[in-house]
Nanobody, 124 residues
């Protein structure tokens, strides 16, 4: 049973930066693709980014491409989301997720484990 704990959320002004962390336990971290999703008030949860295992291939949503960077440290069982040039529309609860056995890892159904979420608020 994989457990995921996010941290690093908070309040930041537009144009600022935050780095989210997600610590994993209870599984072989390097066997999983690790993704970030977000859910804004009144909206469905959406894919943000994923880093696959071993070769660490990354995929980003168009809305964050060029501003966000996902990375993983298998030795620390941790995945990061560096968020730069933040915009008010990035305000959401951000969730970390772990999955395996799929291919694209861009939808909720590709992941079997989820963290509790961390709030990111970007003020204008």
């Amino acid at each position: 049973q994989v457990q995921l704990v996010e941290s690093g959320g908070g309040l930041v002004q537009a144009g600022g930066s935050l780095r989210l962390s997600c610590a994993a336990s209870g599984g072989t971290f390097s066997n999983y693709a690790m993704g970030w999703f977000r859910q804004a008030p009144g909206k469905e949860r959406e894919f943000v980014a994923v880093v696959r295992w071993r070769n660490s291939v990354t995929v980003y949503a168009d809305s964050v491409k060029g501003r966000f960077t996902i990375s993983r440290d298998n030795a620390k069982n941790t995945v990061y989301l560096q968020m730069n040039s933040l915009k008010p529309e990035d305000t959401a609860v951000y969730y970390c997720a772990a999955g395996r056995g799929s291919y694209y890892y861009t939808t909720d159904g590709d992941y079997g484990y989820w963290g509790q979420g961390t709030q990111v608020t970007v003020s204008s």
